[in-house]
């Protein structure tokens, strides 16, 4: 079974200081992973992916992921985040031994950018 | 190009009644899927569909039907709604599976069953 933990219900962070989002996931083979973000009263977006290669990935809006193998995580980052990063974020993840590739989403977690 | 569209943005139910919650999609999109949106618990999968005439289960399917008779639609049945089933519902689609392709969210249907 495959599950994906999102720690931190909430992150608060200032305009123009560095964004990080946690997640940490459990697949039985290798993992596909992906990053999400979901603004008031609309569907997710899609930010990011992790399928093969470099570890560090980077997305849309200046997001970046860093898959870390032996620590099971795909931290999200941004150097300077803005206000209008606060949103509701999700990590999700897959066996790609799963062909058919069902994800599994975090519960997620909610980023308020203070002024 | 509209992307992922659904109807209604928002329903209420009494408890028993069924519905239908309406996906469409303009991109020719094989995988087409439905989640529900519930505070705390992320996105569970309730039903997946690989193509016009192929529908399967996923984490949550009990109380949910759907059928693929076209590329383009995917509705999603209730047939005996239940307060469990008050929840926030999302229609995604991908060009193929979701393991590799970013999925296409709709803006969702929020349902309330009293």
């Known amino acids: 079974a495959q599950s994906v933990a999102q720690p931190e219900d909430q992150v608060n962070v200032a305009e123009g200081n560095p964004l990080t989002v946690k997640c940490t996931y459990s697949?039985?083979?290798?993992?596909?992973l992906f990053w999400y973000v979901q603004y008031p009263n609309r569907g997710l977006q899609f930010l990011l992916k992790y399928i093969t290669g470099d570890n560090l990935v980077k997305g849309s809006y200046g997001f970046e992921a860093e898959f870390n193998k032996s620590q099971t995580s795909f931290h999200l980052k941004k150097p300077s985040a803005l206000v209008s990063d606060s949103a509701l974020y999700f990590c999700?993840?897959?066996?790609?031994?799963?062909?058919?590739?069902?994800?599994?989403f975090g519960a997620g977690t909610q980023v308020v950018v203070t002024p | 190009n509209a992307g992922v569209t659904q109807t209604p943005k928002f329903q209420v139910l009494k408890t028993g009644q069924s519905m239908t919650l309406q996906c469409a999609q303009d991109m020719n999109h094989e995988y087409m899927s439905w989640y529900r949106q519930d505070p705390g618990m992320g996105l569970r999968l309730i039903h997946y569909?690989?193509?016009?005439?192929?529908?399967d289960q996923g984490e949550v399917p009990n109380g949910y039907n759907v059928s693929r008779s076209t590329t383009e639609d995917f509705p999603l049945r209730l047939l005996s709604a239940a307060p469990s089933q008050t929840s926030v519902y999302f229609c995604?689609?991908?060009?193929?599976?979701?393991?590799?392709?970013?999925?296409?969210f709709g803006p969702g249907t929020r349902l309330t069953v009293l």
């Open positions: 569909s690989v193509g016009a005439g192929i529908t």
């Open positions: 999700a993840v897959r066996d790609i031994r799963d062909s058919w590739g069902k994800l599994q």
């Open positions: 697949v039985s083979g290798n993992p596909y």
């Open positions: 995604a689609s991908s060009l193929t599976g979701p393991a590799n392709n970013e999925q296409f």
